[in-house]
Antibody
């Protein structure tokens, strides 16, 4: 069965960086984009960007441009999301999700499987 | 402020039918499919409806979706206590070149 298993909770100081991993199993890792979505406590879902595990290409939401990097290691079927210059407003649960569709043509682009989430706390 | 607009809350009694609306614009819902996600308390979101009205395997047919122009709705019939959750609509936005979500609707089963 398809599974996306994320790394554990992190506590970081303002200004630091965090790198969250997402290990895929049960399907061909390079066949589907991995997206990252975050959710602050009591708030809604916020899309951060997509990464194509086959090509390594990525696209980011404008508000995260310059601060986020999405990468992968195909040999271990794992995707990564690194967020830098952390501030308290970045405290949230971060989810990875596999996508059906092609980001270059978003007509039908949706998330069929999600990771369990990783809590990132930014506090001095 | 979310790009897609949903009511913050909805409620119904067991057995009732409830609908949750989602409105967008020409750059998102007007030109792309709408999808719905269910988030039970303390869990990750789950795909509920894709491509406006398609149900993934395992999703009961009590859940249905529809779309007309830049408006969409999720209907839940035969409401059950386990349907109490947050529901989010989503679509690709051509202007933003990314996925946009609604603010979410918290469904309470009275």
């Amino acid at each position: 069965q398809v599974q996306l298993v994320q790394s554990g909770a992190e506590v970081k100081k303002p200004g630091a960086s965090v790198k969250v991993s997402c290990k895929a199993s049960g399907y061909t890792f390079t066949s589907y984009d991995i997206n990252w979505v975050r959710q602050a406590t009591g708030q809604g879902l916020e899309w951060m960007g997509w990464m194509n595990p086959n090509s390594g290409n990525a696209g980011y939401a404008q508000r995260f441009q310059g601060r986020v990097t999405m990468t992968r290691n195909t040999s271990i079927s794992t995707a990564y999301m690194e967020l830098s210059s952390l501030r308290s407003e970045d405290t949230a649960v971060y989810y990875c999700a596999s996508a059906i569709g092609i980001a270059a043509d978003g007509t039908s682009y949706y998330f069929d499987y999600w990771g369990q989430g990783t809590l990132v706390t930014v506090s001095s | 402020q979310s790009v897609l607009t949903q009511p913050p809350s909805a409620s119904g009694t067991p057995g009732q039918r409830v609908t949750i609306s989602c409105s967008g614009s020409s750059s998102n819902m007007g030109s792309n499919y709408v999808h719905w996600y269910q988030q039970l308390p303390g869990t990750a979101p789950k795909l509920l409806i894709y491509r406006n009205n398609q149900r993934p395997s395992g999703v009961p047919d009590r859940f249905s979706g529809s779309k007309s122009g830049t408006a969409a709705s999720l209907a839940i019939s035969g409401l059950r206590s386990e349907d109490e959750a947050d529901y989010y609509c989503a679509a690709w936005d051509d202007s933003l070149s990314g996925v946009v979500f609604g603010g979410g609707t918290k469904l309470t089963v009275l």
